[in-house]
């Protein structure tokens, strides 16, 4: 036969514990190894001695007397001779006690009580506009689907005329008690009530409409406030309008992304916009004034003389809005590509030759410098 543990080692306190400190060591161990939980091997026999050292320490008789003659002091222990030996000795068999801790530790887990408010579940829409649209921003109308209250019972579930009735087997609780039994005692599951299924009510004629669900899904046009700036993947957040939850649960809600075009003239960063702006040789060598397109119309732009491909030239606050910063734009850099023609007239070919002769090679130029 096996030797029996020292009931302190056994619940890892020491000899001088209080009351206090063997009932915490003895709740731990015991919600750890509760054959209901666990399903290792030995979770049982583990179970059983946790009880049996508990049994003894938390009585003052008993542990005086295993503190003085070991286990043999403990009144023949609670399987010996002296015990009724089931688990009834503990208290599982209700009147508080152990039953109140096991109740607390395990009463919860077969189900929940009366169902709990529900959010709603969020809705995302995608819409597409042009940059000129992102720059000054705009107002857009979308067809959505969502689910709200029954316009019918106005969201109670119930025939218009009727209401629900509290449920009669929870008493609108929810929930509903179980006492189970097995050889580890009296055990006492809440579950949730089958009846209303953890509503806490019942609908005896229901909602013709929404068949006593209290929502239905419905066709709505949303106005979409699209502000300046907005840039592409941006998300416009709606509070609300989104799906109606359960039970009183409230909406959740609607996100709108926004896809902004390519543009044919525009490239964007950022807040700023660049335009690529392409002149022939003779306009790069004498400067120019033109007109340039901006997202806000035409506008006027000096070109220096001397002009090389890759130049930037900037125009204050013609890109677009700052979202974040209210009246403050970005900048329209106009990059400079000077084009080679790819073909010229008999005419344009004589007027490049004596310019080519009049400039000379880099070379010469570079000589004549030296000099």
């Known amino acids: 036969m096996a030797t029996k543990r020292d009931y302190y080692e056994v619940l890892g306190i020491a000899r001088g514990a209080s009351d206090d400190q063997i009932k915490k060591a003895?709740?731990?161990?015991?919600?750890?190894?509760h054959p209901d939980r666990n399903k290792e091997a030995d979770a049982e026999a583990k179970f059983k001695e946790i009880n049996e050292a508990y049994s003894v320490l938390s009585d003052a008789d008993k542990r005086a007397g295993y503190d003085r003659f070991g286990h043999a002091g403990a009144?023949?222990?609670p399987f010996g001779g002296g015990g009724g030996g089931g688990f009834e000795d503990f208290g599982f068999g209700g009147g508080g006690g152990l039953g109140e801790i096991f109740e607390t530790f395990f009463g919860g887990m077969g189900g929940m009580g009366r169902q709990a408010p529900r959010r709603g579940t969020d809705l995302n829409y995608r819409i597409s506009i042009t940059l000129e649209e992102a720059s000054t921003g705009i107002e857009r109308e979308i067809n959505i689907q969502r689910v709200e209250a029954c316009e019918t019972c106005k969201g109670s579930g119930a025939k218009e005329g009727t209401s629900p009735t509290k449920c009669a087997e929870c008493g609108g609780q929810g929930k509903v008690y179980q006492i189970q039994r097995s050889v580890f005692g009296r055990f006492t599951n809440v579950v949730t009530c089958p009846s209303c299924r953890g509503e806490g009510q019942t609908i005896s004629d229901p909602c013709p409409k929404c068949k006593g669900q209290g929502r239905e899904r419905v066709s709505r046009t949303v106005k979409v406030r699209v502000p300046p700036g907005i840039d592409n993947g941006n998300q416009?957040?709606?509070?609300?309008?989104?799906?109606l939850g359960?039970?009183?649960?409230g909406a959740g809600d609607l996100y709108i992304t926004v896809n902004v075009a390519v543009h044919k003239l525009f490239k964007r960063d950022g807040d700023n916009v660049i335009h690529?702006?392409?002149?022939?040789?003779?306009q790069a060598a004498l400067g120019v004034d033109l007109e340039v397109p901006t997202l806000y119309g035409p506008a006027k732009l000096?070109?220096?003389?001397?002009v090389q491909t890759g130049k930037v030239i900037r125009l204050k606050g013609k890109g677009m809005p700052m979202l974040k910063k209210e009246g403050a734009f970005g900048d329209e850099w106009v990059e400079i590509k000077v084009i080679t023609p790819e073909k010229l007239n008999r005419k344009q070919k004589k007027l490049f030759e004596e310019l080519a002769a009049s400039l000379g090679t880099p070379a010469e130029v570079e000589a004549e410098v030296a000099e």
């Open 276 to 282: 690529e702006l392409g002149i022939n040789f003779a």
């Open 302 to 306: 000096k070109v220096p003389a001397g």
């Open 26 to 33: 003895f709740r731990k161990l015991a919600f750890q190894y």
């Open 236 to 243: 416009i957040r709606m509070s609300g309008g989104g799906n």
């Open 246 to 249: 359960d039970r009183g649960g």
């Open 75 to 77: 009144n023949g222990g």
